[in-house]
């Protein structure tokens, strides 16, 4: 894995999930406590899911995990939704914030903060 950080944006590599690519909205939450706020069409950054975050798969248009396989709970429930997912991108709580616009490129394994104009 690895983080770069080029013409103010940040790309992290995890492991691909399904070969979808989306863009939009992240929304940080950390712990499911934190998710109360997620907004139709929010892509979700957390560190690892389980069955309590299941409400929130129908709005959410993409899914990044810091912990996770190819079998975990996250990756599953993303491709039962056919949802852009990437798992085990570390730092990804840290790195990027809720508000930001990014790019889930799950064919490749890469998330990226996109530049602000």
């Known amino acids: 894995m690895y983080a770069s950080k080029f013409v103010g944006a940040v790309k992290l590599e995890g492991t691909a999930i399904t070969s979808l690519v989306g863009k ?3 929304y940080v939450a950390r712990s ?10 929010d892509i979700l950054i957390t560190y690892t899911t389980d069955i309590g975050w299941s409400p929130y798969f129908p709005l959410v248009s993409g899914v990044v995990t810091e ?6 709970h996250g990756a599953v429930i993303a491709r039962e939704f056919g949802l852009p997912c990437i798992v085990g991108v570390a730092n990804a709580c840290e790195l990027f914030k809720t508000g930001d616009t990014i790019l889930v490129d799950g064919e490749r394994g890469l998330v990226t903060k996109l530049a602000e104009n």
């Open 24 to 26: 939009g909205r992240a």
């Open 32 to 41: 499911l406590e934190d998710a109360q706020d997620i907004q139709n069409g």
């Open 67 to 72: 912990l996770g396989g190819l079998n975990s």
